[in-house]
Nanobody
Framework: QVQLGEGGGGEGQAGGSLRLSCAAS????????LCWFRETPGKQREGVAA???????TYADFVKGRFTISKDNAKNTLYLQMNNLKPEDTAMYYC???????????????????WGQGTQVTVSS
């Protein structure tokens, strides 16, 4: 099973920026469907952004225009650039990867095969 490891979380200010990374243990980024999810206590998991093998990206409405998903296949690393942060972006962020494709977005109820351990993002106002 592919190992995924997130980094780059931490504390940010409203209006500020953070960049999350997700390093894969194997050379999968060019072939796999990749997602960023987030979770907050008491709230359902949310799909944030997706990027497929052709580098087509999709975003949840609540991050569109603020977040950018990208990947560096040579470095086996997925990124999430988070700009214009809002306090409601506070969450644990997870990357996920799967060789299957379930659609254009990241679907919270799908059991993606590979998950990272998560990185906490906290945004203060």
């Amino acid at each position: 099973q592919v190992q995924l490891g997130e980094g780059g979380g931490g504390e940010g200010q409203a209006g500020g920026s953070l960049r999350l990374s997700c390093a894969a243990s194997e050379d999968i980024l060019a072939r796999y469907f990749l997602c960023w999810f987030r979770e907050t206590p008491g709230k359902q998991r949310e799909g944030v952004a997706a990027i497929d093998s052709r580098t087509t990206t999709t975003y949840a409405d609540f991050v569109k225009g603020r977040f950018t998903i990208s990947k560096d296949n040579a470095k086996n690393t997925l990124y999430l650039q988070m700009n214009n942060l809002k306090p409601e972006d506070t969450a644990m962020y997870y990357c996920a990867a799967d060789g299957r494709r379930f659609g254009a977005y990241c679907y919270p109820k799908v059991e993606y095969v590979n998950w990272g351990q998560g990185t906490q993002v906290t945004v203060s106002s």
